[in-house]
């Protein structure tokens, strides 16, 4: 809204989550803080407009407040929305889904990090495990591979981690939203 004196990009790699890129700019900001300072100091510096003409202000947008229903993963979407969403929300306020046990107990689910994988199951929406290592939610040809959780009342910990002490079967099930 104002003029500026100083900017700098900021590469997003395709695996950086919102805390990887908060303290990539939170470096990057200090810097150039100190930098500005200084050419103030000097009295060498020129403002410019923060969106400059080749800026298109049409395609820009208001970060829009969070709700806790918006963190909730909709895994009907594609693999790459949900893949986004949970990278976009990692590590606060986190994204959630809940998982519904074989003996009919729900429990809140918090994925923080997670990757695509190629993989030859058929079905969708599923949980896929071996129970030892590895918990995927199926997407037919690929699935997210759940690499970073936390189960309610539990801390954030790795898949395998979590799978040691609390079993989790291909019998459970995702809870679908309730509309």
Same mark, same amino acid.
Not at 16 to 21: E, H, S
Not at 51 to 75: G, M, Y
């Given at each position: 809204?104002?003029?500026? !004196?100083?900017? $700098? +990009?900021?590469?997003?790699?395709?695996?950086?989550?919102?805390?990887?890129?908060?303290d990539?700019?939170?470096?990057?900001?200090? $810097?150039?803080?100190?930098?500005?300072?200084?050419?103030? +100091?000097?009295?060498?510096?020129?403002?410019?407009?923060? !969106?400059?003409?080749?800026?298109?202000? /049409?395609?820009?947008?208001? +970060?829009?407040?969070?709700?806790?229903?918006?963190?909730?993963?909709?895994?009907?979407?594609?693999?790459?929305?949900?893949? %986004?969403?949970?990278?976009?929300?990692?590590?606060?306020?986190? +994204?959630?889904?809940?998982?519904?046990?074989?003996?009919?107990? $729900?429990f809140?689910? $918090?994925?923080? #990090?997670?990757?695509?994988?190629? /993989?030859?199951?058929?079905? #969708?929406?599923?949980?896929?495990?071996?129970?030892?290592?590895?918990?995927?939610?199926?997407?037919?040809?690929?699935?997210?591979?759940?690499?970073?959780?936390?189960?309610?009342?539990? #801390?954030?910990?790795?898949?395998?981690?979590?799978?040691?002490g609390?079993?989790?079967?291909? %019998?459970?099930?995702?809870?679908?939203?309730?509309?």
């Amino acid at each position: 809204t104002g003029r500026i !004196i100083l900017q $700098k +990009a900021c590469p997003i790699s395709n695996t950086d989550d919102a805390g990887d890129l908060h303290d990539k700019l939170m470096l990057i900001g200090s $810097k150039l803080v100190v930098e500005t300072l200084d050419l103030i +100091a000097q009295g060498d510096y020129q403002t410019q407009d923060q !969106i400059s003409s080749s800026t298109d202000v /049409t395609t820009l947008k208001t +970060a829009p407040k969070i709700f806790k229903e918006d963190c909730r993963i909709n895994f009907k979407q594609d693999i790459e929305v949900c893949y %986004n969403h949970i990278r976009g929300l990692s590590p606060y306020p986190g +994204a959630f889904t809940e998982i519904l046990s074989p003996d009919g107990k $729900k429990f809140l689910l $918090k994925i923080f #990090k997670t990757e695509i994988l190629d /993989t030859n199951y058929t079905d #969708k929406e599923s949980l896929k495990t071996d129970g030892k290592k590895y918990l995927h939610i199926s997407f037919g040809k690929q699935s997210l591979n759940i690499l970073e959780l936390q189960l309610q009342g539990k #801390k954030r910990m790795r898949t395998e981690d979590l799978l040691r002490g609390f079993k989790i079967d291909e %019998n459970w099930t995702i809870v679908e939203k309730q509309v």
